[in-house]
């Protein structure tokens, strides 16, 4: 059984299309934190049967989904090899500190 897409309708109006398809989403972060890599944001099906204006605010959404899981790897890496190299500090300290301590006895 298939459904006609609801409204409203912003396809009369371009420019409240696109002030909606462009609004921040909600808790963006809180939502990219609960993402599963890999995990499917709409299935097949769903999206067959959205209407011309939800998937252009669909489009804009993943691409605001995209920027900050992107921001959010980037980062992560980035502390990553913060802590990798600090990690490689300490067992340099602590090698010099064996031998410091095994010539001293």
Known sequence: QQHDACPPYYSSNPAMLATVARSPLPNLHELIGLLVPGS????????????????????????????????????????????????MHMREYLQLLQGLLGDSG
């Open 40 to 87: 499917e944001l709409a299935a097949e099906g769903l999206v067959l049967q959205l209407a011309d204006d939800d998937m252009i605010i669909f489009a804009y959404a993943l691409e605001q989904i995209a920027a900050t899981a992107s921001k959010k790897l980037v980062q992560e890496l980035q502390d990553r090899d913060e802590l990798r190299s600090t990690n």
